[in-house]
């Protein structure tokens, strides 16, 4: 079992930044695809970035350019740098996870495929 806690939300103006960061703990030895989603009030949760366990990267085209995920593997830590904040990008953001396995991460920012979500962390861009 995993367990994943977001934390780095709040309150910026357009055109701030954020770090987003989930933190892992229980059985996070092996190989996991890992992901950022969003979700606002009466809209669907939908993916923002992805990595694989090799350090590959996915990102929806509304964050390309604005958005960087990455992980820390010695602290067991997935990141969201934001930069260039919209006020369209308020939003709860949550981390999501899933062992690897032999199938690589296959649609990475579909939230059908990932097993292990965190509480979420509210993200507010003012303009």
């Known amino acids: 079992q995993v367990q994943l806690v977001e934390s780095g939300g709040g309150s910026v103006q357009a055109g701030g930044s954020l770090r987003l960061s989930c933190a892992a703990s229980g059985d996070t030895s092996g190989r996991y695809c890992m992901g950022w989603f969003r979700q606002t009030p009466g809209k669907e949760r939908e993916g923002v970035a992805g990595?694989?366990?090799?350090?590959?990267?996915s990102y929806a085209d509304s964050v390309k350019g604005r958005f960087t995920i990455s992980k820390d593997n010695a602290k067991n830590t997935l990141y969201l740098q934001m930069n260039s904040l919209k006020p369209e990008d308020t939003a709860m953001y949550y981390c999501?996870?899933?062992?690897?396995?032999?199938?690589?991460?296959?649609?990475?920012?579909?939230?059908?495929?990932?097993?292990?979500w965190g509480q979420g962390t509210q993200v507010t861009v003012s303009s």
């Open positions: 999501a996870g899933r062992y690897r396995g032999w199938g690589g991460c296959s649609y990475p920012l579909s939230r059908s495929v990932y097993g292990y």
């Open positions: 990595i694989d366990s090799d350090g590959s990267t």
